[in-house]
Nanobody, 124 residues
Framework: QVQLAESGGGWVQPGNSLTLSCVAS????????VGWFRQVPGQERRLLAT???????VYQGPAANRFTISRDNAKNTVFLQMNNLNSEDSAEYFC??????????????????WGRGTHVTVSS
């Protein structure tokens, strides 16, 4: 059973950067597809980025230009570097893990394991 734990959230001023981390335990981390999502109250959880075991990446929405997903398999950790943050980036951020695939997972339903989330607030 894979367990995920996010960290790195908090308060940041507009225009600044923040890097989120997610440590996985259980399973074979290097085989997993990993992803980052975010959610604001009253809205659906939305995909930001995914990364499969052969380093295939997909970015959606604001992540396409400002965010970078990466992984360190030796440390069972996936990262989300976020640059030039603005108030619209304030949300709960979740990491997720899904099955080994050379394809791209992009839907919430395709990910089988989730962290509890870490909150990011962007304000001056």
């Amino acid at each position: 059973q894979v367990q995920l734990a996010e960290s790195g959230g908090g308060w940041v001023q507009p225009g600044n950067s923040l890097t989120l981390s997610c440590v996985a335990s259980g399973g074979t981390f290097g085989d997993l597809t990993v992803g980052w999502f975010r959610q604001v109250p009253g809205q659906e959880r939305r995909l930001l980025a995914t990364l499969n075991y052969v380093e295939g990446r997909v970015y959606q929405g604001p992540a396409a230009n400002r965010f970078t997903i990466s992984r360190d398999n030796a440390k069972n950790t996936v990262f989300l570097q976020m640059n030039n943050l603005n108030s619209e980036d304030s949300a709960e951020y979740f990491c997720a893990a899904g099955p080994k695939t050379e394809g791209i997972l992009s839907r919430v339903s395709e990910f089988t394991h989730w962290g509890r989330g870490t909150h990011v607030t962007v304000s001056s």
